[in-house]
């Protein structure tokens, strides 16, 4: 298989895993935002999983739905190839009527790097690709929108917007606040409340692709398929705009 086909394979993929979780949506409602949640999660996680299991049945799987035993194989750890997904990435937003700011996750980790990723968003209708990386459009000078969290944006976050002349916007899921950046309703996304190598894989390959900045908030490269798979923080953004970002994070950590 080639490269090519790895890049068509995680669009194929997360595309259909937001087809389903669409028609999970439409069969089970919303009366019960806890059991369409647990319905998505799962539903997503399987066909990802049967998927995978079927197609590259050599690759080894890091999934946010894994059980713990799973994602301790130490397998992973010297496989030269692991797919990195996040089945529902937004569950809450899933769970709400009329939210579109939800994602479905698929990475491919070879030997150090993301070489291959897709962003489903399926409420949205498209599906953002390595095979295909969208091109952003350029910064205008002025001032600029970062993307944060709708329930728990982090303080540091309002000061350093405060300190770079930018104006907050909340948004769902953190697969839908990096396709932001890609597309344009923002130029930034900075985060450092926790997150986990799935929250990030599949977007951040994507970003890369697309020649934007992607990187942990000190500025130091994000490293996937580690042992602990916690991945807190990061900036994602306009390339022509990460160097006052991570120059106003670096004087509110002083």
């Known amino acids: 298989m080639t490269i090519r086909d790895d ?3 995680a669009a194929d993929l997360a595309t259909e895993a937001g087809e389903r979780l669409l028609r999970v949506r439409e069969r089970t409602g919303f009366d019960d935002p806890a059991a369409l949640r647990a319905e998505g999660d799962r539903a997503a996680h399987v066909l990802l999983m049967e998927s995978l299991s079927r197609l590259r049945p050599s690759d ?3 999934s946010e739905e894994a059980t713990r035993e799973e ?5 992973r750890l010297a496989a030269e190839r692991v797919w990195i997904v ?3 990435d937004g569950t809450r937003e899933f769970s709400e009527p009329e939210r579109s700011d939800w994602a479905v996750h698929v990475a491919l980790w070879e ?6 990723g897709a962003v489903a968003l399926p409420a949205q209708g498209r599906t953002l690709t390595t095979a295909d990386p969208p091109k952003p459009p350029a910064h205008v000078k002025g001032r600029f929108r970062i993307a944060v969290s709708r329930t728990r944006p982090p303080e540091f976050v309002q000061k350093l917007a ?17 396709s ?5 309703e923002v130029e930034a996304y900075v985060h450092a409340g926790g997150q986990y190598e799935w929250d990030s894989a599949a977007p951040v390959a ?3 692709a697309a020649g934007v900045h992607a990187s942990r908030i000190d500025g130091s490269e994000l490293i996937y398929n580690q042992a602990d798979p916690s991945l807190p923080d990061i900036l994602v953004s306009l390339p022509e705009l990460a160097a006052s970002l991570l120059a106003g994070i670096r004087d509110l950590h002083r």
């Open 71 to 75: 994602r301790l194989d130490p397998r």
């Open 180 to 184: 932001a950046v890609l597309t344009g």
């Open 7 to 9: 890049h068509a394979l």
């Open 162 to 178: 405060y300190l770079v002349g930018a104006d907050l916007v909340p948004i769902g899921s953190a697969g839908a606040k990096i």
């Open 60 to 62: 080894c799987v890091l």
């Open 206 to 208: 994507v970003a890369l």
């Open 86 to 88: 996040d089945p529902l």
């Open 111 to 116: 030997r150090g790097k993301l070489t291959a």
